[in-house]
């Protein structure tokens, strides 16, 4: 069910970032992101008629279409200070959205809330599912197939069920092209629990621009991939994912969400590490409200 990604070679982003770039757009799959891979996957192959997840936004909406396609019910806990053009999709596809103040009530305090309502449902995580790494998987072996030799992949990290579905697809096509996570600063719990080998959970939910990456912590399936497999984390830091969105924008003709900028981030931040490279960036999502898009472009 998924669209294929889209391949864009910039030239340039590539001369400005002084690297052979190519970038993997997710920005045209449905509902703008890669989460539906996840979503459709999982949704088709539970048996439950009521799937409850949590998620910002893409999670959300993507698994709002999948189960408006397969004829089920959906439930999505967001927080309240979601991207509206996020919380309008979901609805649109036929879901609720039960928002929540997550300064007074987490997600997971919700979640649970729901599912002791609905013992009936399947509570689907957004990231932390061998389902969800399946699905992220497809995108793996698509870019296995394209025959390139990259000398890295570069993929946002959240809770990591990109980057560990992208190890997983690739790895089960042969393809042994290292992975490297681009990760917010201010929300590096990734990078944290790489370098103490377990995982580290933040506190309370970071408030990144990039809010397809405001998770508490790195998923315990996608951990399992991640810790032998990834090649590093690049930590972002807030003003080159802004940075990276406006070139995606002004070098790309691409319009991506923060967190979708995220792996033109990385470049930015470690520029010696990456120079000269061929690099896939994956661009994981476009779905950004226009105020704020219209504020970053402008800074």
């Known amino acids: ?62 698994m709002a279409y999948a189960c408006q396609l397969l004829g089920k019910a959906c439930i999505v806990v967001m927080p309240d200070n979601s991207a509206q053009v996020k919380i309008d999709a979901v609805r649109e596809y036929g879901a609720t959205a039960d928002l929540i103040d997550i300064k007074s009530k ?14 009936e449902a399947y509570i689907a995580s957004a990231y932390d599912d061998p389902l969800v790494i399946e699905g992220n998987a497809s995108l793996g072996r698509e870019l296995a197939a394209l025959g390139r030799r990259f000398d890295f992949i570069i993929a946002p990290v959240g809770g990591g069920g990109l980057t560990a579905g992208l190890i997983q697809g690739l790895r089960a096509s042969g393809d042994e092209t290292p992975v490297v996570g681009a990760e917010p600063l201010i929300a590096n719990d990734a990078a944290r629990s790489l370098a103490a080998g377990r995982i580290v959970v933040n506190e309370t939910e970071p408030q990144t621009i990039a809010d397809g990456a405001r998770t508490v912590s790195i998923g315990r399936h996608n951990w399992a991939v991640l810790r032998e497999a990834i090649a590093g984390i690049v930590e972002v830091p ?39 490279c061929s690099v896939c960036c994956v661009v994981s999502g476009g779905n950004v409200d226009p105020e704020v898009y219209r504020n970053i472009l402008a800074e």
Request: glycine share 6%; aromatic share 6%; charged share 25%.
């Open 238 to 276: 807030e003003e080159n994912i802004k940075e990276g969105l406006r070139m995606l924008f002004r070098l790309a003709n691409l319009k991506a969400e923060p967190t979708g900028a995220l792996a033109i981030g990385a470049l930015l931040t470690e520029p010696a590490r990456f120079r000269d």
């Open 106 to 119: 987490g997600r997971a305090e919700r979640v649970a809330e729901l599912a002791n309502q609905y013992p």
């Open 1 to 62: 069910m998924a669209r294929a990604t889209t391949i864009i070679e910039p030239l340039r982003l590539s001369r400005r970032l002084g690297a052979q770039v190519t970038i993997a757009s997710e920005t045209f799959q449905h509902t703008g992101s890669f989460k539906f891979r996840a979503a459709y996957t999982l949704a088709s192959q539970v048996k439950e008629r009521r799937i409850i997840t949590a998620s910002s936004g893409n999670y959300g909406q993507a």
